[in-house]
């Protein structure tokens, strides 16, 4: 079914006339405290009516959003991040346009250490898409509608009107329920729909409680060293045809598993003269 989806629409980007995207770049202030954000926390791009829900859900929903919003605020200014860029990667945090993707497993830490960038980032209509886009909202993401199993022309083609403004996109890309460390196609699709170029990251805990999900999800403990490596930008030609897609589609995948293997190996050199810490 998701094969079948993300093949309708890229079909239908080959029908569209695509727009030239705008690379100017407005000032943004980065990692400046929770606050809210200077745009709709629901992009304009999708659809901002969400799901009815019975009062015990809403109860559950309001009850996760601040106990999750707590955890990440009191434990991420404890963490000692480093971090660590290939040649060709973006310079900095901020530098946008970008398609980024990342493993499921790393989203608390990348939370918070990416926060109040205004990133575009896919979050389902779920239950569980619903209370993880609250929590992302509260620091300074901008959720756009629709998973990659259910709604995924209306998300994708959500945050390909995000790129064309400007604006930096973050993919799951395990997500929302695996199989884990497998990329999905969003970013391959985007980044030759609209010329924006491709990057992915990961970041290694030395110290975390790893939950018994899908994903493996980690939550940092306090203190912990954090190293987050990020990938050479990938860029894919506007007329890559299905057997260039899948060699992009092959180099995400390797990228993915590069920038893991390198955070894990050395996320214990942290606070050395080679991966300094950084304010965060």
Known sequence: MLLSTITVFDEGLDCL???AVDRRVRPTRYNIGVSAVTTSPVSSGASAQSRPYTLWQRFLLWLITWTGV???RLIGPTLRFSASYEDGAPPT??????????WHSCILPAMYLWRNL???????????GEWMGRIMRKFGFV???GSKSRGAVRALLGMRRELEQGWTVAFT?????GPRFVA??????????TGVPMAVFHIALEKAWILN???????PKPFSRALMRVSRKIPVPPDADDSEKERFQAELQASLERVREFAEANVGKVGTTEFPVIKS
């Open 118 to 128: 205004q990133i575009r980032v896919m979050s389902s209509d779920s239950f569980d």
């Open 93 to 102: 945090l901020d530098t946008r346009p970008i398609v980024y993707a990342f």
């Open 173 to 177: 890309i395990d997500g929302p329920r």
């Open 70 to 72: 707590v955890v990440v």
């Open 213 to 219: 999900t899908w994903d493996r999800s980690m939550i």
């Open 17 to 19: 006339k695509l727009t």
């Open 184 to 193: 999905k196609p969003g970013p391959v699709l985007l980044a030759r729909a």
């Open 143 to 145: 959720k756009v509608r």
